[in-house]
């Protein structure tokens, strides 16, 4: 599975936009990006995921780029709770589940 | 949405003893699970794959006898820390796969 590269960490203002980007240069065209994020001791909580169109739940948005090579979370509306580690994983469907993590990205929220 | 419960969420044990934790998919049935490690400030670890009906798959560097697998049923795997020791101390999180990739909430273990 490719590798991923996130900043370390990022400070975000309640109510703003977050935008965590996601760098998967070595992406094959069958892997998908996953997110995830990590609240503090619990385990991963699953956020949103896509191949090569940008996909929007009720969570987040994920805009991938045309060439696949780096993709943005967007968390429309920061609240305190949003405070995680945001994980973004490419994975081919072959290897589903089994989740190389990366550093990710520590967000924190703030008032 | 799917859930996937672990027991116990915390458990201290003494050095040299085994723990025993468990992973159950709740309204799923999932014929692979993933155990993870996590140390303090870091990131989780693959540690193995357990497959129902057969043999765990372990990552390079995990001692399959320390960290005894077994997946007897589609909805339960076990990940047992055999005669632990405080460098075992982590949290331990497992997942299991339906539609998509679900954790558990995760097992903090203490060695004493």
């Known amino acids: 599975d490719a590798k991923t590269t996130q900043p370390p960490s990022m400070d975000c203002a309640e109510g703003r936009a977050a935008n965590l980007p996601c760098n998967h240069s070595t992406i094959s065209g069958n892997e998908y990006v996953y997110w995830y994020r990590q609240i503090h001791s619990q385990g991963p909580q699953y956020i949103i995921h896509g191949l090569k169109n940008n996909e929007t739940n009720e969570m987040a948005s994920l805009i991938i780029t045309e060439d696949r090579k780096s993709s943005t979370l967007i968390l429309p509306h920061a609240t305190l709770r949003d405070t995680a580690v945001y994980y973004c994983?490419?994975?081919?469907?072959?290897?589903?589940?089994?989740?190389?993590f990366g550093a990710g990205t520590q967000v924190v929220v703030t008032p | 949405g799917a859930v996937v419960s672990q027991h116990p969420s915390r458990v201290i044990c003494k050095s040299g003893t085994s723990v025993k934790i468990e992973c159950r998919s709740l309204d799923f049935q999932a014929t692979t699970m993933f155990w993870y490690r996590q140390f303090p400030k870091q990131s989780l670890m693959l540690m193995a794959t357990s497959n129902e009906g057969s043999k765990a798959t372990y990552e390079q560097g995990v001692e399959k006898d320390k960290f005894l697998i077994n997946h007897a049923s589609l909805t339960l795997s076990t990940l047992t820390v055999t005669s632990a020791h405080p460098e075992d101390s982590s949290f331990y999180i497992c997942?299991?796969?339906?539609?998509?990739?679900?954790f558990g909430q995760g097992t903090r273990l203490t060695v004493v």
């Open positions: 994983i490419a994975v081919t469907t072959d290897s589903w589940g089994k989740f190389q």
């Open positions: 997942s299991a796969v339906d539609t998509e990739a679900f």
